[in-house]
C-alpha cells in the first residue's frame, strides 16, 4: 500500500496539478491506505472511520475554497466563496449536532466555531484571525548593511551570485519567481528556529524568545508562497526544481548556521534585501501594466486584514514590508553574535512585522 501512496504523489507532481490539488490527492490516497492497514474489527469503528472522512472532507472543503486563481470573473468566485462559507457553516454545525462523539469530545480537540468580524464563520484552519495583522509599511525599504568584515563580503557576494542565476532562469516573471523564492525563504526561519529550540534543551537555556521569532519568520514566508500559489500556478518542472532546491538549501543552511549563526543570519539579510529588490520590480510592472492588478486572493485579505476590494498591487505592498521586517531581524541577529554575544542575551523581535 505504501507504493500505491507514494505512485499517487509521483502522479501528482507530474501531471502540475495545483498545489491544493496535490495535497488532496496524497490526503486521499493517505486515507485508502490507513483504511486499509487498520480496517477496523467493529461496525462502530467503521462508522466513526467514515465521520472522520467526512469531517475532513468539510474542514478541506473549508481550507480551499480559494483554491482556484483570481480572475477578471470575481464576482463569480465571490459567489462560489459565500456559498462554500454558508455550506462550511452549516456543515460544521450539522456535524457536531451528529455525533459528539466522533467529532467534539471524543479526543476533546474540536476547535469552537470562529467567525469573522463580520459575523461570518472563518474559513482557514491555517491560521486564526488573532494571527492575522495589518503590515507596517512606514518601514524603510531602503535600508542596507554596507558590508564591512570578511565574513560580510562573502554574505553580501554570495547573494549577488546566486541572484545571476536567478535573473537568467525567471527574467521578467516575477510571480513565477516570487512564488518559487518563497519556498527558499521559508527554510532559514525554521532551520534556525529548530536548532535554538534543540540548544535550548541541550544547554537547559532558554532562548530569550528567538525560536518564536524565527519560527513567525517561516511561517509568515510560508504564507507568502500560499499567497503566490493562488496566483501563480507551478509547472511540472518548477515542482521538480523546488524538491531539489529545498533538499540542497535546507542541508546548507543546516550546516551553515551550525558553522556559523552570524553568517547565516548575514546572508538571510542579504536576501532579505533582494527580495525588497525584487518586489519592487514587481510592483514597477504592475504599474505600468505589464502585470495584470488582479483581485487578491481571499487568503491575503484574511492574513493582512486587507480591504475586501484589495488587489495584487496592495498583496505585493504587504508582502515586500514584510521582507523588510525579515531583513532588520536578521541583520540584528547578525549583529548581536559579532558582539560576541548569544541571542538571547537580546530581546528578541517577536511579533515584529
Ligand atoms: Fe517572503
Ligand atoms: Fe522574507
Redesign the pocket.
Known amino acids: 500500500m505504501s507504493q500505491l501512496l507514494v505512485r499517487s504523489v509521483m502522479r501528482r507532481l507530474v501531471s502540475g496539478g495545483t498545489c491544493n490539488r496535490c495535497i488532496s490527492s496524497v490526503s486521499a490516497a493517505a486515507a485508502v491506505v490507513f483504511r486499509e492497514v487498520h480496517k477496523p474489527s467493529s461496525e462502530s469503528v467503521v462508522m466513526m472511520s467514515s465521520q472522520r472522512l467526512r469531517f475532513s472532507g468539510q474542514w478541506w472543503r473549508m481550507m480551499c475554497f480559494t483554491s482556484e486563481p483570481p480572475s477578471k470573473n470575481s464576482t463569480t468566485s465571490s459567489a462560489v466563496r459565500k456559498e462554500d462559507e454558508k455550506l462550511s457553516g452549516d456543515s460544521v454545525e450539522k456535524m457536531e449536532g451528529e455525533d459528539k462523539v466522533a467529532l467534539s469530545s471524543y479526543w476533546g480537540v474540536s476547535r469552537p466555531k470562529i467567525t469573522k468580524e463580520d459575523g461570518s464563520v472563518w474559513p482557514w484552519n491555517c491560521f486564526m484571525p488573532w494571527e492575522t495583522y495589518q503590515a507596517d509599511l512606514s518601514i524603510d525599504l531602503s535600508k542596507h548593511h554596507v558590508p564591512k568584515t570578511f565574513l560580510d563580503k562573502v554574505a553580501y557576494w554570495t547573494v549577488k551570485l546566486l541572484r545571476i542565476p536567478t535573473d537568467l532562469f525567471f527574467k521578467k516573471k516575477y510571480g513565477c519567481r516570487a512564488m518559487m523564492l518563497e519556498t527558499v525563504?521559508g527554510v532559514p526561519g525554521m532551520v534556525g528556529g529548530m536548532l535554538l529550540h534543540l540548544r535550548s534543551l541541550r544547554k537547559f537555556e532558554q532562548s530569550g524568545g528567538w525560536i518564536k521569532a524565527l519560527l513567525e519568520?517561516a511561517e509568515?514566508?510560508r504564507m507568502?508562497l500560499m499567497t503566490m500559489v493562488e496566483l501563480v500556478q507551478p509547472k511540472w518542472y518548477e515542482r521538480l526544481l523546488v524538491i531539489a532546491v529545498q533538499g540542497v538549501f535546507f542541508n546548507f543552511y543546516f550546516v551553515l548556521y551550525l558553522l556559523s549563526p552570524k553568517l547565516a543570519h548575514r546572508v538571510v539579510g542579504y536576501?532579505?534585501e533582494e527580495?525588497i529588490h525584487s518586489y519592487t520590480l514587481y510592483l514597477n510592472d504592475i504599474d505600468r501594466g505589464e502585470i495584470e492588478n488582479v483581485p487578491a486572493p481571499a487568503i491575503a485579505i484574511d492574513y493582512w486584514r486587507l480591504p475586501k476590494d484589495a488587489t495584487l498591487k496592495d498583496v505585493i505592498t504587504v508582502i515586500r514590508a514584510?521582507?523588510a521586517h525579515?531583513?532588520d531581524v536578521n541583520h540584528f541577529a547578525s549583529d548581536i553574535h559579532y558582539q560576541g554575544k548569544k541571542l538571547q542575551e537580546a530581546a528578541a523581535p517577536i511579533g515584529y512585522h
Open positions: 525563504a519568520e509568515n514566508e507568502h536576501l532579505e527580495a514584510d521582507e525579515h531583513r
